[in-house]
Nanobody, 124 residues
Framework: QVRVVESGGGLVQTGGSLRLSCQAT????????MGWFRQAPGKEREFVAANRNTGVTTYYADSVEDRFTISRDNANNRLYLQMNSLKSEDTGVYYC?????????????????WGQGTQVTVSS
């Protein structure tokens, strides 16, 4: 059984930065796609970023490209999301997700495992 735990959320001012971490246990992440999703109050969960098993191929939502960077450390089963130039619209609960090698990265329903989420609040 895979367990996924996020950390690093918090309160930050507009224009600030945060780094989220995701720790997966129970199986090597080298054969999985890992991604980040977020959910704002009253809205559906939306795709943020993902990368394939080796970490070379990455994907970003248009709204975060050039501000967020996803990276992973397969040796330690960790996924990261560096978030810079944060905006109020980035506020939400951020979830780490684990899916197959070929998962459609923007399809939340296709991912196998999810963490409980970490809150990110950007204040003006």
């Amino acid at each position: 059984q895979v367990r996924v735990v996020e950390s690093g959320g918090g309160l930050v001012q507009t224009g600030g930065s945060l780094r989220l971490s995701c720790q997966a246990t129970g199986r090597s992440m080298y054969t999985y796609t890992m991604g980040w999703f977020r959910q704002a109050p009253g809205k559906e969960r939306e795709f943020v970023a993902a990368n394939r098993n080796t970490g070379v191929t990455t994907y970003y939502a248009d709204s975060v490209e050039d501000r967020f960077t996803i990276s992973r450390d397969n040796a330690n089963n960790r996924l990261y999301l560096q978030m810079n130039s944060l905006k109020s619209e980035d506020t939400g609960v951020y979830y780490c997700a684990v899916g197959s090698l070929t998962v459609p990265v923007k399809s939340a329903g296709e991912y196998f495992y999810w963490g409980q989420g970490t809150q990110v609040t950007v204040s003006s």
